[in-house]
């Protein structure tokens, strides 16, 4: 696609439900990259894939968080038993080459899912 | 570890008149910088970065920034600004050992007409 795309853009959950937030990046981007940016804050990482393989979660919170990209493409943020801590804006970035410490190339920012927890 | 200091939660400028948003880091190595832009609800926006050669680097929108490895800042400018530039800017810095950015806590510029 022509852009990050990311759904839903909104989502309420009560405490303690499991949820999944879904990244679709730009067609033939190898890197995606998951942020968390709590209100009035800068984005802070997750976690990275280079094609299906995550390279990187030292940014997940904890246990509850996992991430997935079977296929290379599309990748899902779950959230398990989330908590009122875990509302935030999602945002998903992908970039066109592998993220190699030292590489250089801008990261592509989807318009994120804010989620509200109850 | 690195980090970002955007020391300006807010700025007002008025139309017409040049801009400066102030950013500095704090990196081992050489770092590469970056300036991105957030209009409400919506995702991060890619303006410009610094990898090496030239201090002055140009970028979307009109936009500029300035490295400057001695005060270890990388301020974004512009000449003169524009009512439609009022939103949240955020630095971010990667340094070359790392994959990730780290960004400062942004921003927010307002354009008075």
């Known amino acids: 696609g022509a852009g990050v795309s990311q759904s839903p853009r909104y989502k309420v959950a009560k405490r303690g439900q499991d949820v999944a937030l879904r990244c679709d990046p730009i067609?033939?981007?190898?890197?995606l990259f998951w942020y968390q940016q709590a209100l009035g804050q800068g984005p802070e990482f997750l976690t990275y894939?280079?094609?299906?393989?995550?390279?990187?979660k030292s940014g997940l919170p904890s246990d509850r968080f996992f991430a997935e990209r079977p296929e290379g493409s599309v990748s899902t943020l779950k959230i398990q038993r989330t908590q009122q801590e875990d509302s935030a804006v999602y945002l998903c970035?992908?970039?066109?080459?592998?993220?190699?410490?030292?590489?250089?190339?801008?990261?592509?920012f989807g318009d994120g899912t804010r989620l509200s927890i109850l | 570890a690195q980090s970002v200091a955007q020391p300006e939660d807010q700025v007002n400028v008025a139309e017409g008149n040049p801009l400066t948003v102030k950013c500095t880091y704090s990196?081992?190595?050489?770092?590469?910088l970056f300036w991105y832009v957030q209009y409400p609800n919506r995702g991060l926006q890619f303006l410009l970065k610094?990898?090496?050669?030239?201090?002055l680097v140009k970028g979307s929108y009109g936009f500029e920034a300035e490295f400057n490895k001695s005060q270890t800042s990388f301020h974004l400018k512009k000449p003169s600004a524009l009512v439609s530039d009022s939103a949240l800017y955020f630095c971010?810095?990667?340094?070359?050992?790392?994959?990730?950015?780290?960004f400062g806590s942004g921003t927010q510029l307002t354009v008075l007409p």
């Open positions: 990196v081992s190595g050489n770092p590469y």
């Open positions: 971010a810095v990667k340094p070359g050992s790392a994959r990730q950015l780290t």
């Open positions: 610094y990898i090496t050669g030239d201090n």
């Open positions: 894939f280079q094609n299906e393989a995550q390279l990187d």
């Open positions: 067609s033939g981007h190898v890197s």
């Open positions: 970035a992908s970039s066109q080459g592998t993220a190699r410490p030292g590489g250089n190339q801008p990261q592509h």
